[in-house]
């Protein structure tokens, strides 16, 4: 099985896409929508995030504590991203999990604000969610710092 840096590394060097126990699933179909469309869409700050890459200020999401069992999904398009098991709280400020659901999410680098971090995305809409790091916990060793505005919460849904 490979390894958390095994998974950061394919990342860094060519944005691949991360895939936990379902490497053969085929991501989501895409859904492609006019700028105009996604302003009707969206609110401003969550075109601001999943639109423009923003980030929501620290601590102000209410999904921050969010502890019903249930999904996140995408704010954009409704697709499901991350399910309220792999939910743990990080101390950062921000949603976090371990592991996000099959293959919704992709991943590219970023370079912005001086250093190379790896931005994580919706894989159908291509919505700008967070960023992963390295220093998560078991089993994935993976922290999805995730913009609570990007997301919304079905409860009993996992």
């Not at 691949?16 to 379902?22: L, T």
């Not at 969550?46 to 102000?60: C, M, N, S, V, Y």
């Not at 999904?63 to 399910?83: D, I």
Request: hydrophobic content about 40%; glycine content about 12%.
């Amino acid at each position: 099985m490979p390894t958390r840096r095994d998974f950061l590394s394919l990342a860094l060097l060519g944005g691949a896409s991360f895939a936990f126990a379902r490497p053969a699933a085929a991501g989501p179909a895409r859904l492609v929508l006019s700028e105009a469309e996604w302003h009707r869409r969206l609110t401003p700050a969550q075109f601001a995030i999943l639109r423009g890459a923003g980030t929501e200020p620290a601590f102000t999401s209410p999904l921050l504590h969010e502890g019903r069992s249930g999904r996140f999904s995408c704010a954009g398009c409704g697709t499901a991203l991350f399910s309220s098991r792999a939910k743990y709280d990080s101390g950062t400020g921000w949603p976090s999990f371990w592991a996000p659901l099959g293959r919704s999410v992709r991943t590219n680098r970023d370079n912005s604000l001086g250093m190379t971090r790896i931005a994580v995305a919706c894989a159908r809409c291509e919505g700008h969610l967070g960023h992963v790091f390295d220093d998560g916990p078991k089993p994935t060793g993976l922290r999805y710092c995730i913009n609570g505005l990007a997301l919304a919460f079905v409860a009993g849904a996992a």
